[in-house]
């Protein structure tokens, strides 16, 4: 087997104490966040939109997708600019920590046991180090009137 294709690259952040990852190859780019316009009639997952070098891209707050509580005022946070359908989509996290080589091998499917924030929404956990991070699969976090919603936006 080719070594290279076995390999995965993840983005790696964090919401509070929670560790995510997310195939490096979804990821457009990462940017600090920016003025934030607000929509009428927005849903309740989308904050808002920002303008991106002339790009309107919607934003979503893993936070509130994931049940759990805004950032402590103060901090600012990352976006990721991730693909969602051809349409780009802005993902608030708390903080963007590093990029990790793991193997697809490595990766295993989430617990049974596994509840709480975003359990729905993952893929597999892998271990850095010794840290466990919960691979998201971005493509489920939004659902078809959420999709319907960003179209609109777009």
Same mark, same amino acid.
């Given at each position: 087997?080719?070594? /290279?294709?076995?390999?995965? @690259?993840?983005?790696?952040?964090? %919401?509070?104490?929670? *560790?995510?990852?997310?195939?490096?190859?979804?990821? +457009?780019?990462? =940017? #600090?966040?920016? +003025?934030?316009?607000? #929509?009428?009639?927005?849903? @309740?997952? %989308? /904050?808002? =939109?920002?303008?991106?070098?002339?790009?309107?891209? $919607?934003?979503?707050? %893993?936070? +509130?997708?994931?049940?759990? $509580?805004?950032?402590?005022? &103060?901090?600012?946070? +990352?976006?990721?600019?991730?693909?969602?359908?051809? @349409?780009?989509? !802005?993902?608030?996290?708390?903080?963007?920590?590093?990029?990790?080589? =793991?193997?697809?091998?490595?990766?295993? $499917? $989430?617990?049974?046991?596994?509840?709480? =924030?975003?359990?729905?929404? *993952? #893929? &597999?956990?892998?271990?850095? &180090?010794?840290?466990?991070?919960? %691979?998201?699969?971005?493509?489920?976090?939004? &659902?078809?009137?959420?999709?319907?919603?960003? !179209?609109?936006? !777009?």
């Amino acid at each position: 087997m080719n070594r /290279e294709l076995s390999d995965l @690259q993840l983005t790696c952040f964090n %919401l509070g104490d929670n *560790l995510f990852s997310v195939d490096i190859m979804r990821i +457009k780019e990462i =940017v #600090l966040p920016q +003025k934030l316009y607000s #929509l009428p009639r927005a849903s @309740q997952l %989308l /904050e808002g =939109v920002i303008n991106l070098r002339g790009a309107v891209i $919607p934003v979503m707050d %893993l936070r +509130k997708r994931f049940g759990m $509580p805004p950032l402590d005022n &103060g901090k600012s946070g +990352k976006l990721l600019i991730v693909s969602f359908r051809r @349409q780009m989509v !802005a993902l608030a996290v708390d903080d963007v920590m590093e990029v990790i080589t =793991v193997s697809a091998r490595e990766i295993k $499917p $989430p617990p049974d046991v596994v509840e709480g =924030v975003g359990a729905e929404y *993952l #893929l &597999g956990v892998c271990l850095s &180090g010794d840290r466990v991070f919960m %691979l998201l699969d971005i493509d489920t976090l939004l &659902g078809p009137a959420d999709y319907r919603e960003i !179209a609109r936006i !777009a």
